[in-house]
């Protein structure tokens, strides 16, 4: 093909779970468990529908031409078409298995078909609120789940030293329900100053959904408290919150005004930030993590 057949079409400044171009995920992005607030409305990218047509011709015999699958998959990416991206991508590597970027953005493809599937059911289910819709939305967030494990197990295959992925495994598998192999996960990330705070929360979330609420405490209290490495007032808030339900639950009341004190500490601390963050700021971090449950579970 000519240089100007390989011209990429302009792509939006979006994440690429938000449908965007694909690049490597982030763990914050990994991590959203449910789908980010509604983005601001913006203009439908530019897609070349005659590049569209002119890329299915020229894959249709499978050539090697690995640049080819991956623009063939952004295109479809951006028309909002994720199974079709993921497919095309798929094809690919049945010629190049062993292609590194074809293989990341397969996994990405995966994560936002997935996704793509959250949204319209959540979607469906704020409108229709029947009992079926919430047991398709409960499905698809546990495929979203179980997305992020094949990803995350994938990945450190190749990248055994990944320690962020670690913890985003270690959380995928406790939105899974599989607590005994989060805190396995999590355990490994302990020693790690920056993700400690974050394994901590894990742990104790899963040792306290096992009933172990006396294991629990004591990692709610490194999560929140632990001055080598401060937590974000987001995850102090949320280990707060659930140290102080087991400090009541077991009569503690020295140690829950103690927590009660630390939680004014962090949430005002969440206020100043978010009073002087500018308002196009990065896609917001689930509400749910501040939410009763997300703190208890």
């Known amino acids: ?21 694909w690049r490597p995920v982030q763990p914050d992005e990994l991590l959203r468990r449910d789908p980010p607030s509604e983005p601001a409305e913006a203009a439908p990218p530019a897609v070349n529908l005659q590049r569209q047509q002119e890329l299915e011709r020229y894959l249709q015999p499978r050539p090697a031409d690995v640049d080819a699958y991956r623009e063939l998959a952004e295109i479809y990416r ?10 095309t991508l798929q094809k690919g590597l049945e010629i190049h298995p062993d292609e590194p970027k074809l293989l990341w953005q397969f996994e990405e493809a995966c994560l936002a078909q997935s996704l793509h ?38 990945r450190l295959k190749r990248d055994p030293q990944n320690m962020q ?42 040792y306290q959904a096992l009933g172990e609420s006396m294991k629990a405490l004591p990692l709610f ?7 080598a490495t401060p937590a974000p007032p987001r995850l102090r808030i949320v280990a707060l919150r659930a140290a102080m339900e087991l400090a009541e639950q077991q009569g503690l ?6 927590y009660e004190r630390f939680l004014k500490i962090a949430e005002a601390e969440l206020q100043t930030a978010a009073s002087t963050a500018p308002s196009s700021s990065a896609p917001n971090v689930e509400s749910s993590e501040l939410s009763s449950e997300g703190s208890q579970a």
Not at 253 to 258: C, F
């Open 1 to 21: 093909m000519t240089s100007d057949a390989h011209r990429k079409p302009t792509t939006p400044k979006l994440g690429p779970l938000e449908g965007g171009p």
């Open 78 to 87: 951006q028309l909002d078409r994720p199974l079709d991206a993921r497919r």
């Open 117 to 154: 599937q959250l949204r319209e059911v959540t979607a469906l289910t704020k409108r229709l609120g029947t009992p079926e819709a919430q047991r398709e939305l409960d499905r698809s967030r546990t495929d979203w789940a179980c997305r992020r494990v094949d990803v995350c197990r994938a």
């Open 165 to 206: 992925l670690r913890v985003v495994l270690a959380e995928a598998l406790r939105d899974m329900g599989l607590f005994e192999a989060a805190i396995e996960a999590a355990e490994v990330v302990a020693g790690h100053d920056a993700l400690a705070p974050t394994a901590f929360l894990i742990r104790g979330q899963c």
């Open 221 to 227: 209290r490194a999560a929140a408290l632990r001055r």
């Open 253 to 258: 009341m020295l140690s829950l005004q103690r």
